[in-house]
Structures are given as C-alpha cells and as structure tokens.
C-alpha cells in the first residue's frame, strides 16, 4: 500500500483517486474548496463533477494543501494546465524529501511553449523530485468510475518509476502501458484537443462523419508532424495517447473539447461556450500554443490554423472549413517522408 495525494478533485482527479482507493492504497484527494472535501470524506460523493458517483469509503479528502502534500510518497497532479506552476510553488515550503510526481493533465504552456513536465521540473528542484511520470490516453472519468475497461499510458524518462506508477494504478478494470517517449505523450495529449474542438465545430455546423473521419485522420499528421519535429517517437502516435486518445475525444459527447467545439459550429461565440461550459475547456488554450509551436518549428499546421483563426480572430467557423478545403492541391504522403 502507498501514500498518494492527488491534487484536484474535478471528474479527472476524482475518477483517478477512485482508481487507486479501490486498489487499497492510502489516497488523499485535495481540493481547494472545504465544502467539496467535507462532501467527498463525509457524503462519499462529488456532486458537481460526477453526479451518480458514489465514491470508496476509504477515500478520504482534505482542503489543508500542506496535509496534503506531507500525506505522500506519491503526488498525483490532476489541476489543469494554466494552476500547473502556481500548485508547484506552493508546494515547495512543504517537500522535505524527494517525492514521485505524476501528470495527468493535458495542454502546453502558451507564449513559454513548454510542456507539462518542463513546468513542473522548472518549479521543483531536482532536490525535491525523484521522477516525473505523465499519465495520458483514451480515459474519459465518467467511465473509469463505472469501471468500464480503460487502457492508457505511463511515460517517463525514468523507466523504474513508470513501472511504479504502472503497478499503482493497474487493476483488472484499468489497464496500463509504460513509454519511455515523454514529448510524445505530451504532445498527442495536448494536441488531440484541439483536434477535438474542430471535430466538435464539423459536428455542429453538420457535415457528417465524411467530414469527421478526415479530420481526424489529417489532425493525427498534423499533430505527429509538430511531436516529431520535437524529437518525439513517430509510432508514439499510432499509440493510445496519439490515436486512441484522439479518437475517443474527437466522438464522445463525454470530451468538453468536442461539446464546445460543437456549440461554436452552431453559432456560439467563444464566451458564450466557456461560460456555459462551466469546466476548463483545456483545447482553448492550447490551440494558442500549438499555433506558436507550429510557427516556432516551421511545421505546417492548417487545421490548428484555422482553428486558431475562429477562436482568437473571429472567422466564422463555415469560412474557415471553407478556406481549408481550397487550399492548393498536395500528394497525401507528403507529410510522412520525414517520418
């Protein structure tokens, strides 16, 4: 049995601690908020986030950041990507040994460009940080916590702790790969919700699944050509956290990626869906970075492009699928011959 913290009890983190709990590890769930906490300790549930869940007795939650953080060997990082830095540092004050750090969030840092990794390692000394290990793949919470079979991805440069993280979480329910390709993982998990949002538009201004299937398949180039100018594992992305993930995001009306592109497609302005949303819609800000990344690399990235272009420049969502669709003639493989 280990100690492990998780930080963050939205649908992600909870389903997470659920995973763990019901593997008869001593796991603390976090929240910022002392009602949501007393809920989870005292009512066994989370209403907000996972309305028919009833939660492990032996799942316990706090809102006392510093028990938290003393509680573990193991801290579980389940916060979205823009509280990534800000949780970190002030985690700080209270890491007097080394503890295993796991990711599972998904997005890149605008205007930085970094990682998820990258930010953590920047925040937490080496002094601190015995490994980082990211946790990714086709996974969505409404289902890990029916115990629906999930299969997803451990990553890390430090192979020992991936297969520690491996061993925790993996139950006969919950199935778990380890990766050494961290830019890989991190890349197809960031990336595939931006595809997402666009799958969510195609959907909502009603083009059908000819329309569907080729922006995945074109979002999957896209998101392998920017991953392996990187230096990223090319078949890191025919893997769970490049096409399942991108699938399963893509056509389940469980992604608040594909429900905010879907609401955009039928005329929503992007205000309007992050505001009725109610939940970090992550592909948002990460279709910014990819759109720096792309241009940083010099990697062509039409359907990030386009995407950027309705999000942050005001092109109708039609015109943008429009000037996708004219664009100049190309032979479909070009885009692998530096695969």
């Known amino acids: 049995m280990e100690k492990v913290t998780v930080l963050g ?23 910022h908020r002392e009602d949501q906490a007393t809920e989870i300790t005292t009512n066994h549930t989370n209403k907000k986030y996972l309305p028919e869940t009833i939660l492990p007795t032996n799942l316990k939650a706090t809102s006392d950041f510093q028990q938290a953080i003393q509680h573990a060997n193991v801290i579980v990082i389940a916060v979205p990507t823009k509280a990534i830095r800000e949780v970190c540092q002030n985690m700080l004050p209270f890491l007097a ?44 919470a409404e289902e890990v916590v029916l115990k629906h079979p999930t299969t997803i991805t451990v990553a890390s440069e430090n192979m020992v702790a991936a297969e520690k993280v491996q061993d925790l979480f993996m ?3 919950f199935r778990v790969y380890t990766n050494d390709d961290v830019i890989g993982v991190e890349i197809g998990a960031a990336l595939k919700n931006v595809i997402a949002l666009a799958a969510g538009i195609v959907d909502g201004l009603g083009y059908g699944d000819n329309a569907k ?64 949303m109610g939940m970090v819609v ?31 420049e005001q092109v109708n969502p039609k015109e943008a699928v429009d000037i996708l669709m004219h664009r100049t003639k190309k032979h479909e493989l070009e885009d692998y011959k530096t695969f």
Request: negative net charge; glycine residues 8%.
């Open 213 to 276: 299937a080729a922006l995945i398949t074109r979002g999957l180039a896209e998101i392998s050509r920017l991953g392996i100018s990187l230096g990223a594992q090319p078949y890191t992305f025919s893997g769970l956290t490049g096409m399942g993930d991108l699938i399963v995001t893509c056509t389940s009306v469980h992604s608040r990626n594909w429900r905010a592109g879907n609401m955009l497609g039928k005329g929503a302005t992007l205000n309007t869906v992050l505001e009725e």
């Open 171 to 173: 139950n006969k329910s």
């Open 97 to 140: 040994e080394k503890k295993l750090f796991v990711h599972v969030s998904k997005g890149i840092e605008p205007d930085s460009l970094k990682r998820i990794s990258e930010m953590i390692a920047e925040e937490l000394s080496e002094d601190v940080t015995e490994a980082i290990v990211v946790l990714s793949g086709p996974s969505h």
């Open 282 to 312: 992550e592909g948002v800000r990460t279709t910014k970075a990819a759109y720096q990344l792309a241009t940083k690399q010099q990697v062509d990235m039409p359907i990030t492009k386009a995407l950027y272009s309705v999000l942050f």
């Open 9 to 31: 009890a939205g649908s992600w983190g909870t389903a997470l601690a659920m995973v763990l709990a019901n593997n008869e590890h001593d796991c603390l769930l976090w929240s």
